[in-house]
């Protein structure tokens, strides 16, 4: 009697759970019983043909932006390092990690980029602390967002990772996440606070625009090619990049189409981190050569799909984002 009484608590004690669990979370029980396949994110791209008009690649430096790069020689940063500060689009093994590698061939076209893939070997491939999935302007600052294995207590990643890495460059691209919940004054009131921290330890911005339209009407990148114009900083504009491609290089809501860095086959269109690493590359070329007083070298024109073989342009759907809290990882 005594085991029967204890089997019925049990039960009604694992079927208190159960009930529990979908009160608080409808789709417990149905996760219970996924598989570990994720699903496939058969989302549209979301885009915009609104953006900055700025050139693609940031050509011309400003006598400002050469006084941050010197300042921060002076400070002991190191002139053979940048740093990245980002999100997923920023991440290894994607963002511009296959030139510290063999994975990549430039061609005659860009051979004159091999000058500068020596200059920064390792950088290249870094697994930066500031560069993650889901990050956006507010969690850089964050130290629960940290990587304890390399950052100290209470060490937020932005911090951590100058600290590793002693970067004269960085790349700044932020705003697909948080397009859902941040406003423009937080964005933009965050990315300051970033290019701030970036120019008081002498390491130059390299400002980007992203190819996604999640938060509408472009109005981030719009405020990237503002904070660029005021603290006089190179613009990487590759939104108008990605424009020349099919859905902008995207694949899904707002992740690119990947392929490896390979620049040699005339006439093959290029996929979205194809071009953004090739422009990437580029603009880290065209700002090192004018901060050393280098000159600089005019970059061949990025094949662009070919008419033939580009999609027409769709007229991007209106539809809000699907709503994701800005705690969880893309």
């Given amino acids: 009697m005594k085991v029967k009484t204890l089997s019925r608590t049990v039960l009604m004690i694992l079927m208190a759970v159960l009930w529990g669990l979908s009160l608080f979370d409808p789709d417990g029980l149905t996760a219970l019983a996924a598989t570990a396949t994720p699903t496939p994110d058969n989302r549209a791209p979301i885009f915009t043909y609104k953006g900055p008009e700025d050139p693609v690649l940031p050509l011309v430096v400003s006598a400002r932006a050469r006084q941050i790069y010197q300042a921060g020689l002076e400070q002991g940063n190191d002139p053979r390092a940048f740093a990245k500060v980002g999100d997923c689009n920023s991440r290894i093994p994607l963002f511009l990690a296959p030139f510290d590698g063999q994975q990549y061939r430039l061609g005659p076209r860009y051979a004159y980029l091999q000058a500068t893939i020596d200059r920064f070997a390792d950088s290249f491939q870094r697994d930066s602390v500031s560069a993650r999935d889901g990050f956006s302007t507010s969690s850089v600052f964050a130290p629960l967002q940290a990587d304890p294995s390399q950052c100290f207590a209470d060490e937020a990643p932005v911090v ?29 009131r965050g990315m300051r606070k970033i290019i701030e921290y970036a120019i008081e330890h002498g390491a130059l911005p390299i400002l980007s625009t ?12 719009f405020i990237v090619q503002k904070l660029a114009r005021e603290y006089e900083l190179p ?88 709503k994701r809290h800005r705690w969880l990882e893309e």
């Fill in 160 to 188: 951590c990772e100058f600290r590793l890495t002693r970067p004269s460059l960085v790349f700044i691209s932020l705003g697909t996440n948080g397009a859902d919940w941040q406003t423009d004054e937080s964005y933009e």
């Fill in 210 to 221: 992203k190819a996604d339209d999640l938060e509408g009407d472009a109005r981030f990148n």
């Fill in 235 to 322: 613009l990487w504009n590759f939104w108008k990049a990605a424009r020349d491609l099919p859905s902008f290089g995207l694949e899904r809501s707002y992740h690119l189409e990947w392929e490896k860095p390979v620049f040699d086959t005339p006439g093959a269109p290029l996929t979205g981190w194809q071009m953004r690493n090739l422009t990437a590359l580029q603009s880290l070329d065209g700002v090192w050569r004018a901060v050393t007083h280098q000159p600089i070298i005019s970059p061949a024109p990025w094949p662009a799909s070919t008419p033939t073989l580009q999609a027409p342009r769709p007229t991007p759907t209106v539809r809000p984002p699907a």
